[in-house]
């Protein structure tokens, strides 16, 4: 009895841990949407320099990655050639600086509700890039499913109260480019056995954002910056909202590497509708009927999405069991006859 308790301890102390992790994620994403959303909205903050407040978050990350990495040694770096980095990381931390750039312009125009009803078009996109690099095999099942999860955000947009065509615009194009990246991703990195954890992710991708954004920023955004006479640099404000962008990453790092991709995929899912329930209660926006019913859609297409996905992962990890006894027996048979002939040869001696 008393060794079935401690299991029992052992496997409650996993599920309250894992109910953490899940629990920081979901605070420090909501914190990190809503900070940014702050800074960047006219009629809050109003500091509409989305691509200043990436390279600043850019620059942090960027400075504590290589605290951690070189100094602290908390993580290994990931041993990598100069070909490899400008051929694999560049593009990587190109598409990703894009991304930032754009989904942060995407607050100074549209909702937080309504930016995180668009993202549920994120699988669609992954999906469709997936095909079109040949690393998804094309399934009628599984377009119908993304069919249904853009159909319902079709309803979501036509129920917004604050459509916003550029707002809609820059959202979408940061979809495509993080889609893009996850694909990239795949066929750059994972492919050649490189992996890396949010830290040496930030290690070697950050700097080459701060660098590909401080292009368009001295072209769009310094020229207005300077102008500005008013403007002082809030450390308080800055230094808080690029800690938590920090934390956010080491979060992933946690949840990822404590529980798994899926309970991640299901934490978003929660986070999203508390960001819904925010946005309406807190900030005050206009959510309508027409635009939960489109979400709902979505949602059940982006569940199903998952649903199918952890099946497949389930298959395969069959498969590989399966396989294993059959390598064994086949060793095992190799190892016998192996024996037998050494024993012949013994005996013809």
């Known amino acids: 009895m008393g060794k079935g308790g401690a299991l029992s301890e052992g496997v409650l102390k996993k599920i309250i841990l894992s109910y953490t992790y899940v629990a920081i994620w979901i605070f420090l994403s909501f914190t990190v949407i809503v900070y940014n959303k702050y800074i960047l909205d006219r009629k809050m903050y109003n500091w509409p320099y989305p691509i200043s407040l990436t390279m600043i978050h850019m620059g942090f990350c960027s400075s504590l990655a290589y605290i951690l990495v070189n100094l602290l040694k908390v993580v290994e770096p990931v ?19 894009l991304s930032l750039w754009l989904s942060n312009s995407a607050y100074i125009y ?28 094309f399934k009628s099942q599984t377009m119908t499913n993304m069919l249904s999860i853009s159909f319902g955000v079709a309803i979501a947009a036509y129920g917004e109260a604050q459509f916003n065509t550029w707002g809609v615009t820059l959202q979408l194009g940061a979809v495509c480019f993080e889609a893009t990246r996850l694909v990239l991703i795949q066929i750059l990195l994972t492919s050649k056995g490189i992996t890396f954890n949010p830290i040496t992710s930030l290690y070697y991708v950050a700097p080459c954002c701060l660098a ?12 207005k910056l300077r102008d500005t006479s008013s403007f002082h640099f809030d450390y308080l404000i800055f230094g808080t909202n690029s800690l938590c962008a920090f934390a956010l990453n080491l979060a992933v790092f946690l ?47 982006v569940a199903y999405y998952n649903h199918a996905k952890l099946q497949a992962l389930k298959a395969k990890e069959a498969e590989k069991k399966a396989a294993q006894p059959d390598d064994e027996s086949g060793k095992l048979l190799e190892e016998r006859e192996g024996e037998k002939s050494a024993n012949k040869t013994e005996s013809d001696d």
């Open 110 to 137: 549209l909702s937080v509700s309504f930016i995180q009803m668009l993202k549920a078009l994120m699988p669609v996109a992954v999906y469709s890039i997936g095909v079109l690099f040949k690393k998804e095999g």
């Open 79 to 97: 041993q990598m050639t100069r070909d490899v980095y400008l051929k694999s990381v560049v593009p990587i931390g190109l598409l990703y600086s």
């Open 212 to 223: 590909f954004l401080s292009i368009p920023w001295m072209i769009v955004e310094f020229p």
């Open 255 to 301: 949840l990822v590497g404590k529980t798994s991709a899926l309970t991640m995929n299901v934490a978003g899912v929660v986070k999203d509708w508390l960001l819904i329930a925010f946005s309406w209660s807190v900030i005050k926006d206009t959510v309508t009927p027409i635009n939960l019913f489109g979400y709902a859609i979505a949602f059940l297409g």
